[in-house]
Protein backbone atom coordinates (compact mmCIF):
# COMPACT_ATOMS: atom_id res chain seq x y z
CA UNK A 1 0.00 0.00 0.00
CA UNK A 2 1.30 3.19 -1.18
CA UNK A 3 0.10 6.74 -0.98
CA UNK A 4 1.64 10.12 -2.38
CA UNK A 5 0.62 13.26 -1.82
CA UNK A 6 1.02 16.50 -4.18
CA UNK A 7 -0.50 20.32 -4.84
CA UNK A 8 0.21 21.86 -1.38
CA UNK A 9 1.49 25.08 -1.50
CA UNK A 10 1.38 28.92 -0.54
CA UNK A 11 -1.76 30.93 -1.27
CA UNK A 12 -3.69 33.67 0.34
CA UNK A 13 -7.01 33.70 2.12
CA UNK A 14 -9.64 33.54 -0.10
CA UNK A 15 -7.67 31.43 -2.67
CA UNK A 16 -7.93 27.62 -3.84
CA UNK A 17 -5.64 24.49 -4.18
CA UNK A 18 -6.55 21.54 -5.68
CA UNK A 19 -4.16 18.00 -3.59
CA UNK A 20 -3.84 15.00 -5.06
CA UNK A 21 -2.76 11.61 -3.55
CA UNK A 22 -1.81 8.87 -6.15
CA UNK A 23 -2.69 5.49 -4.69
CA UNK A 24 -1.13 1.86 -5.13
CA UNK A 25 -1.77 -1.26 -3.66
CA UNK A 26 -5.32 0.14 -2.64
CA UNK A 27 -9.13 -0.83 -3.72
CA UNK A 28 -11.95 2.32 -3.33
CA UNK A 29 -14.03 -0.83 -3.47
CA UNK A 30 -12.64 -2.35 0.08
CA UNK A 31 -10.73 0.78 1.49
CA UNK A 32 -12.23 4.57 2.94
CA UNK A 33 -9.70 6.81 1.67
CA UNK A 34 -9.28 10.02 4.14
CA UNK A 35 -7.46 13.17 3.87
CA UNK A 36 -6.05 14.58 7.10
CA UNK A 37 -3.93 17.74 8.34
CA UNK A 38 -1.41 18.48 11.00
CA UNK A 39 -1.57 22.10 11.86
CA UNK A 40 2.06 23.13 13.66
CA UNK A 41 1.59 22.20 17.58
CA UNK A 42 -1.42 20.29 17.24
CA UNK A 43 -2.91 16.60 16.57
CA UNK A 44 -3.80 15.35 13.48
CA UNK A 45 -6.96 15.64 12.74
CA UNK A 46 -9.44 14.18 9.98
CA UNK A 47 -10.95 16.39 7.44
CA UNK A 48 -12.24 14.52 4.47
CA UNK A 49 -13.13 11.29 3.66
CA UNK A 50 -14.56 8.87 1.54
CA UNK A 51 -16.19 5.94 2.29
CA UNK A 52 -15.96 2.42 0.12
CA UNK A 53 -20.00 3.26 -0.88
CA UNK A 54 -19.17 6.19 -2.07
CA UNK A 55 -20.10 8.78 0.72
CA UNK A 56 -17.99 11.42 1.53
CA UNK A 57 -17.55 12.97 5.14
CA UNK A 58 -16.66 16.66 6.23
CA UNK A 59 -15.13 17.73 9.32
CA UNK A 60 -17.41 21.08 10.44
CA UNK A 61 -14.74 23.48 9.75
CA UNK A 62 -14.03 22.75 6.22
CA UNK A 63 -17.90 21.47 5.19
CA UNK A 64 -18.84 23.37 2.26
CA UNK A 65 -15.41 24.41 0.62
CA UNK A 66 -13.57 21.43 0.92
CA UNK A 67 -14.53 18.71 -1.69
CA UNK A 68 -13.06 15.20 -1.73
CA UNK A 69 -13.20 13.13 -5.10
CA UNK A 70 -11.52 10.08 -7.25
CA UNK A 71 -10.39 9.58 -10.79
CA UNK A 72 -10.20 6.18 -12.35
CA UNK A 73 -9.40 4.71 -9.02
CA UNK A 74 -5.99 5.46 -9.06
CA UNK A 75 -5.89 9.27 -7.54
CA UNK A 76 -7.98 10.68 -4.60
CA UNK A 77 -7.90 14.50 -4.84
CA UNK A 78 -9.27 17.29 -2.48
CA UNK A 79 -10.41 20.48 -3.70
CA UNK A 80 -10.14 23.27 -1.27
CA UNK A 81 -12.13 26.57 -1.79
CA UNK A 82 -11.84 29.79 0.38
CA UNK A 83 -9.23 28.75 2.35
CA UNK A 84 -8.33 30.26 5.33
CA UNK A 85 -5.35 31.11 7.43
CA UNK A 86 -6.42 28.02 9.34
CA UNK A 87 -6.15 25.58 6.93
CA UNK A 88 -2.34 25.90 7.54
CA UNK A 89 -0.86 22.60 8.19
CA UNK A 90 0.72 19.34 6.43
CA UNK A 91 -1.81 17.47 4.53
CA UNK A 92 -1.72 13.69 4.36
CA UNK A 93 -4.09 10.76 2.67
CA UNK A 94 -4.29 7.66 3.93
CA UNK A 95 -6.46 4.46 3.15
CA UNK A 96 -8.31 3.43 6.26
CA UNK A 97 -10.46 0.62 7.48
CA UNK A 98 -13.97 3.57 8.24
CA UNK A 99 -14.43 6.78 8.05
CA UNK A 100 -13.68 8.00 11.19
CA UNK A 101 -10.44 5.92 11.63
CA UNK A 102 -7.40 7.58 12.37
CA UNK A 103 -4.47 4.35 11.27
CA UNK A 104 -3.54 4.66 7.74
CA UNK A 105 -3.85 0.47 6.34
CA UNK A 106 -0.62 0.67 5.48
CA UNK A 107 0.85 0.61 9.29
CA UNK A 108 2.16 4.54 8.53
CA UNK A 109 2.20 7.93 7.19
CA UNK A 110 3.49 9.22 4.03
CA UNK A 111 5.44 12.27 3.90
CA UNK A 112 2.58 14.74 3.24
CA UNK A 113 2.25 18.05 1.43
CA UNK A 114 2.48 21.22 2.70
CA UNK A 115 -0.74 23.72 3.31
CA UNK A 116 0.03 27.49 3.93
CA UNK A 117 -2.68 30.15 3.89
CA UNK A 118 -1.34 33.28 4.20
CA UNK A 119 -3.59 36.17 5.68
Known amino acids: VQLVESGGGLVQAGGSLRLSCVVSGVSFDDWAVGWFRQAPGKEREGVSCRASDGRQYYADSVTGRFTISIDNAKKVYLQMNSLKPEDTGVYYC???????????????WGQGTQVTVSS
Open 94 to 108: AAILLCGSTYPVSGS
